[in-house]
């Protein structure tokens, strides 16, 4: 089992629909990251989250420390937006990375 | 400045080649890494720089070198690959290598050995 799952692995959608990822860990962590990559490789990172909440545009992401959860949301997705979303944590000074979600959002 | 600067984007390289990839940022971060990544999976961890010392090698063959000859700059020397190695080669840079740390994504080599 990785220590690291995320759901759905690919997920197609239609323009303007509300859009959830989840990520779900099984080691201790200190940090959390969102992470996007478009094809053709860069990866951004979207957030860093250690505890609650985080918004940024039509990006929201949150975590819950206890139950070792997160989840990214999309409001109004857009064409744009569709890249291989990554969560990854960060324990022992590494980060251990998903297996990544793919979003397509379709006009 | 927020950018890691990767160069080339793209190299073919046979087996008996010697070439390098690049690494460039100006943020004043003193941690960088490199990750390689197969097509649809994660980033594997190669390589941690702190402090322009090499603190972390994850087990990678002697054919990948790397090399950080200051603290803006990190190269990833590669000679005598195989066609497995043919990856998208990621760079990444972050303040310092503490566990909660952003980190900073170059856009990547893609490396194909032929």
């Known amino acids: 089992k990785n220590e690291v799952e995320q759901s759905p692995q690919n997920l197609t959608a239609q323009e303007g629909e509300f859009i959830t990822i989840n990520c779900s860990y099984s080691v201790g962590i200190s940090a959390l990251h969102w992470l996007q990559q478009h094809p053709g490789g860069g990866i951004v990172s979207l957030f860093m989250l250690s505890s609650g909440k985080k918004k940024h545009g039509r990006l929201i992401a949150t975590i819950n420390i206890q139950e070792k959860h997160s989840s990214l949301h999309i409001t109004a997705s857009h064409p744009r937006d569709s890249a291989v979303y990554i969560c990854a944590v960060n324990g022992n000074e590494k980060l251990t990375f998903g297996t990544g979600t793919r979003l397509t959002i379709i006009p | 400045d927020t950018e890691v600067t990767q160069t080339p984007k793209h190299l073919v390289m046979g087996m008996t080649n010697k070439k390098s990839l690049k690494c460039e940022q100006h943020?004043?971060?003193?941690?960088m890494y490199w990750y390689k990544q197969k097509a649809k999976k994660p980033p594997e961890l190669m390589f941690v720089?702190?402090?322009?010392?090499?603190?972390i090698n994850e087990s990678v063959p002697s054919r990948f070198s790397p090399e950080c000859p200051n603290s803006s700059l990190l190269n990833l020397h590669l000679h005598a690959l195989q066609p497995e190695d043919s990856a998208l080669y990621l760079c990444a840079s972050s303040q310092v290598r503490r566990s909660n740390e952003k980190l900073f994504f170059g856009s990547g080599t893609q490396l194909s050995v032929l």
């Open positions: 720089y702190s402090y322009e010392k090499l603190s």
């Open positions: 943020m004043g971060h003193r941690a």
